[in-house]
T-cell receptor, first 118, second 112 residues
Framework: EPEVTQTPSHQVTQMGQEVILRCVPI?????FYWYRQILGQKVEFLVS????????KSEIFDDQFSVERPDGSNFTLKIRSTKLEDSAMYFCASKSGAGVPSAHNEQFFGPGTRLTVL | QQQVKQSPQSLIVQKGGISIINCAYE??????FPWYQQFPGKGPALLIA?????SEKKEGRFTISFNKSAKQFSLHIMDSQPGDSATYFC???????????FGKGTRLSVIA
């Protein structure tokens, strides 16, 4: 069964450093998302991406964040200068497209990257 | 307006019992309501979902009840098993490809 994959599974970095989190969405999917989950809290939306551009972003997704789809398979989240409060689990998700059947509505989540900022 | 409120925060149920988790929303533009199951160290996985044109959807031991007028929906897990122990998130979104808005999660423990 196709799945979303993410690397690395755990990233430890020093405050102020840049990190790149990588995702490989399901191959025929068109819509891509990043969410984050601070330990013990709810999953929060960061950004969505379609047709090589950002389609929606939350107030969390400030100028320190950027996303890119550098080739036909990878989808990356970059944090330019990490802060302590960026420590969280980051989930990538992908979706095939809008409309019915209902399978098209489902966002499939990857296993996440745990980011620890020291 | 964008919030989805979920309760309880944690739940302990005896094996074989019924687990019930409740969610409420404010935004009437939401039209898709999924429930996700998350095991420690894993990403959320879709469990079951409902649209507001039906009041109930059942898949195996899992049932969503939906009350459009009250803007509430709930997950019922019948014959709860220890393997059901996980964190459950309700979520909602508008139509199309908009992002999901998640509830805060319920940590379910099913004890033998």
């Amino acid at each position: 069964e196709p799945e979303v994959t993410q690397t690395p599974s755990h990233q430890v970095t020093q405050m102020g450093q840049e990190v790149i989190l990588r995702c490989v969405p399901i191959s025929n999917h068109l819509y891509f998302y990043w969410y984050r989950q601070i330990l013990g809290q709810k999953v929060e939306f960061l950004v969505s991406f379609y047709n090589n551009e950002i389609s929606e972003k939350s107030e969390i997704f400030d100028d320190q964040f950027s996303v890119e789809r550098p080739d036909g398979s990878n989808f990356t989240l970059k944090i330019r200068s990490t802060k302590l409060e960026d420590s969280a689990m980051y989930f990538c998700a992908s979706k095939s497209g809008a409309g019915v059947p209902s399978a098209h509505n489902e966002q499939f989540f990857g296993p996440g990257t745990r980011l620890t900022v020291l | 307006q964008q919030q989805v409120k979920q309760s309880p925060q944690s739940l302990i149920v005896q094996k074989g019992g019924i687990s019930i988790i409740n969610c409420a929303y404010e935004n009437t533009a939401f039209d898709y309501f999924p429930w996700y199951q998350q095991f420690p160290g894993k990403g959320p996985a879709l469990l079951i979902a409902i649209r507001p044109d039906v009041s109930e959807k059942k898949e195996g031991r899992f049932t969503i009840s939906f009350n459009k007028s009250a803007k509430q929906f709930s997950l019922h897990i019948m014959d709860s098993q220890p393997g059901d122990s996980a964190t459950y998130f309700c979520a909602a979104r508008h139509s199309g490809n908009t992002p999901l808005v998640f509830g805060k999660g319920t940590r379910l423990s099913v004890i033998a």
